[in-house]
């Protein structure tokens, strides 16, 4: 019970996190570029191979609030790209993430 506080707390923050930088790229017209930028801070601090290594696998986890945000944070970066091609590159590092939309059509779609 006590090794579950810690990994409550921390799935709360990123939870809020999720919807802060969602919040940034959807409001503000410089907050797209910010957005990712802090997500490769947290790669290079945390030794990621990959910029969305880490987004891409809380939204994989499992139905749930946390990878719902995980997921409309990555609708919003997709959604607000300045360029179809910036888009086009999000996509390619989202893949090389491993982030398999097929399977989260099935989660999501066995969970609605």
């Known amino acids: 019970m006590i090794k579950s506080k810690p990994r ?10 999720f919807q802060l930088l969602t919040t940034a790229c959807e409001v503000s017209s ?7 930028e802090a ?3 947290l790669r290079l601090r945390y030794g990621e191979p990959c ?12 139905g749930g609030e946390l990878p719902a ?11 607000g790209a ?5 888009r086009l590159y999000l996509q390619a590092e989202l893949d090389q993430a491993g982030l398999d939309v097929s399977a ?3 989660v999501f779609l066995f969970i609605s």
């Open 82 to 86: 300045p360029s179809p091609k910036r």
């Open 51 to 62: 910029r969305f290594r880490f987004l891409a696998g809380m939204v994989q986890s499992g």
């Open 104 to 106: 989260l059509r099935k």
């Open 8 to 17: 409550t707390k921390y799935l709360i923050l990123f939870f809020f996190h």
């Open 69 to 79: 945000a995980g997921l409309r944070l990555l609708a919003a970066l997709l959604r």
């Open 39 to 41: 997500l490769s801070t």
């Open 30 to 36: 410089g907050g797209h570029a910010g957005v990712p």
